[in-house]
């Protein structure tokens, strides 16, 4: 059986708010521990008006309070968005709350578009190799070692689980090097996921905190008691894929019946290429799709995701999603 851990963007439906997105991840992560989900994790984007989770450590902390055993993180940071020491500071802290929950995804995209990118650092003028520096200068602050000549307080000592995030090869190559568990974005970035795991294994040195190489990847699930209701709720991401790759995002909408056949060959097309690695579809339809994207990867853990506009369809589908998956004996 593989294991299973939820992705959640925080999203801001039509018509709602933060305040309410905010509530909702905290009702969400509470279901998805009582359903046996591994970890919750919320993703860093910025300057997006339908996603709430930009203050990452801030939400995780709010998570935390309404939940008690699940693991919780970020999935993830953009490390080259902060200087290492805050980030050892905010998840030190979480590991103080929390303790032995905290999970640390770092990835180097910006989470945003270059403009954003601009207003959290102010310059990009950063050295575009530096995400491998970043990253053992965090490990540093964590280790307490006194490489850097600066205890994080707080952060020294704490042990939050870092996993290395990546759409492309990059992150395969560092995560194998440093020998960090690591994370893949097919859910919305496929092309290269069968290649970048491969490496990992490949090329995978044992550390300190893993002896073999532990890989994750993203998958999209909508689960419904029927076909057609589950590709009714998938419309509202659907229409917000498309609407980000045509350069017009905004808060998630409400779901439309049909709505492929309404698109034409660009959104179609879109969407064929960014869902590639998701199930839609009922009980049975979803454990198909799930075995068999197991089976081709051999992945250790599915983080499952994929928002719904009405949230209690969200926690039917991860609650199906998850009787699907403890049902499946695939490799693990």
């Not at 929390?98 to 989470?111: F, N, T, V």
Request: net charge negative; aromatic share 8%; charged share 20%.
């Amino acid at each position: 059986m593989t294991r299973y851990a939820m992705l959640d963007l925080v999203p801001v439906r039509q018509g709602g708010d933060v305040a309410q997105a905010l509530a909702e991840a905290a009702r969400l992560a509470a279901h998805a521990e009582r359903h046996g989900y591994a970890r919750y994790w919320v993703a860093e984007h910025h300057g997006m008006e339908g996603i709430a989770g930009g203050a990452t450590a801030v939400v995780l902390a709010h998570v935390g309070a309404a939940t008690s055993t699940i693991r919780i993180g970020a999935g993830g940071i953009m490390l080259p968005n902060h200087a290492p020491l805050v980030i050892a500071e905010q998840f030190g802290t979480l590991d103080a709350l929390y303790p032995g929950r905290i999970d640390l995804g770092l990835g180097r995209a910006p989470g945003s578009d270059q403009r954003v990118a601009a207003a959290l650092r102010r310059t990009l003028d950063s050295d575009p190799n530096g995400f491998p520096r970043d990253v053992l200068e965090l490990q540093s602050y964590f280790a307490d070692d006194g490489q850097t000549g600066i205890r994080a307080t707080p952060g020294a000592g704490a042990q939050p689980e870092m996993w290395i995030l990546g759409s492309s090869l990059f992150g395969a190559q560092l995560a194998a090097m440093l020998g960090l568990p690591y994370a893949f974005a097919s859910h919305f970035a496929p092309d290269a996921l069968d290649q970048a795991l491969a490496i990992y294994r490949r090329d995978f040195r044992p550390s300190a905190v893993l002896d073999r190489p532990y890989a994750m990847a993203g998958f999209n699930i909508f689960a419904a008691d029927t076909d057609d209701e589950a590709r009714y709720l998938a419309s509202s991401m659907e229409q917000s894929f498309v609407a980000l790759r045509t350069g017009n995002p905004g808060k998630l909408p409400p779901p439309v019946r049909d709505y492929r056949a309404g698109l034409g060959g660009q959104g179609a097309a879109i969407l064929d290429h960014v869902l590639q690695c998701s199930a839609i579809g009922s009980p049975a339809t979803v454990a198909r799709e799930v075995a068999a994207f197991v089976e081709r990867t051999g992945v250790d853990e599915l983080m499952v995701t994929g928002a719904t506009f009405d949230p209690d369809a969200r926690l039917h589908s991860a609650a199906l999603a998850a009787e699907v998956i403890d049902g499946l004996r695939v490799p693990a």
